[in-house]
């Protein structure tokens, strides 16, 4: 049982370069997320899927598109890839546990990625 | 104003000592609430659910005051390996579970 799988683990591109995020989970969770990190501003969702089929937009989804391909699999991709766009990118994956709607969620080890 | 609100530290305590970190959110509708631990360079890991009549694990401790929207997590008898940054996480159920987090509060555990 790996989790929450991310690749590639880090990664360097030129401005406008393009390039996808690949992320898998092998828990059979419903929803799954991509947020970024950057130093000082903490988690901030990009995209997410409540189930397979659907996507939405999280806080910063400017520059990013998504694709639920599967239950397992949920992709990040970077069209034209901005200085702006290095990050730290993380997936999770959630489930919701009970009837008090604690909605856990899994992280993946994140995706360094340096836009020069 | 960011949704949720932490004190970032850091916060500079010996072995064995007793630490509480506090967190605010803004939004009513909050549902679900939950500290996340994150290690340098590693991914937020889950420490543990709040709930309404609060809730211990080990020597954790959680409480949730949701009419002054607040939220504090303490940690008893601090080993060296509590040294982290402590996330106070909310959510939203009408936003599909997405979950809003505070920037941290980072813990340094000295000897």
């Known amino acids: 049982n790996a989790g929450v799988t991310q690749t590639p683990k880090f990664q360097v591109l030129k401005t406008g370069q393009s390039m996808t995020l690949q992320c898998a989970q092998d828990?059979?969770?419903?929803?799954m997320y991509w947020y970024r990190q950057d130093p000082g501003m903490g988690l901030r969702l990009i995209y997410y899927s409540a189930s397979e089929g659907t996507t939405d937009k999280g806080e910063v989804p400017n520059g990013y598109n998504v694709s639920r391909l599967n239950k397992r699999e949920f992709s990040l991709r970077l069209e034209s890839a901005a200085p702006s766009q290095t990050s730290v990118y993380f997936c999770?994956?959630?489930?919701?546990?009970?009837?008090?709607?604690?909605?856990?969620?899994?992280f993946g080890p994140g995706t360094r990625l340096t836009v020069t | 104003r960011k949704e949720v609100e932490q004190d970032p530290g850091p916060f500079n305590v010996p072995e064995g000592a007793t630490v509480a970190f506090n967190c605010t959110y803004s939004n009513s509708a909050s549902q679900s609430f939950f500290w996340y631990r994150q290690d340098c360079r590693k991914e937020p890991k889950l420490l543990m659910s709040v709930y309404s009549s609060g809730n211990e694990d080990g020597r954790f401790t959680a409480q949730l005051n949701r009419a002054s929207q607040y939220i504090s997590l303490l940690i008893r008898d601090s080993k060296l390996s509590d040294s982290a940054t402590y996330l106070c996480v909310v959510n939203i159920a009408y936003s599909g579970y997405a979950l809003n987090f505070g920037k941290g509060t980072s813990l340094l555990v000295t000897p």
């Open positions: 999770a994956s959630g489930i919701e546990r009970g009837t008090a709607s604690s909605y856990e969620q899994y």
């Open positions: 828990m059979n969770h419903n929803s």
